[in-house]
């Protein structure tokens, strides 16, 4: 069973900074490219950033410079560093495991974590 769990969300001051992590298990983690998303209240899911099986990264405009995604294949989990954390950043924030093979797609979501940035 594939499970991918987020945790370091909070509240946080505009400027200050947070690191979430997302710890997966059941699946060939260093296979996957993962992604970070979220989701402010009363707006869609949006893509934040990825990083590739390879170490590729790409950041949505909003959090470029103030984002930093990183993987540690050895212990099956991936980073999402911020700083410079405004208001606007406030959102659950999701990790997304994706693989695409010849035969299929698979995509894995974590359940979120809340971030709130107060000004």
């Known amino acids: 069973q594939v499970q991918l769990v987020e945790s370091g969300g909070g509240l946080v001051q505009a400027g200050g900074s947070l690191r979430l992590s997302c710890a997966a298990s059941g699946l060939s983690f260093s296979r996957y490219d993962m992604e970070w998303y979220r989701q402010a209240p009363g707006k869609e899911r949006e893509f934040v950033g990825a990083?590739?099986?390879?170490?590729?990264?790409r950041y949505s405009d909003s959090v470029k410079g103030r984002f930093t995604i990183s993987r540690d294949n050895a212990k099956n989990t991936v980073y999402l560093q911020m700083n410079s954390l405004e208001p606007e950043d406030t959102a659950i924030y999701y990790c997304?495991?994706?693989?695409?093979?010849?035969?299929?797609?698979?995509?894995?979501w974590g359940q979120g974590t809340q971030v709130t940035v107060s000004s």
């Open positions: 990083i590739s099986r390879s170490g590729g990264r």
């Open positions: 997304k495991a994706t693989l695409v093979t010849a035969l299929r797609n698979y995509d894995y």
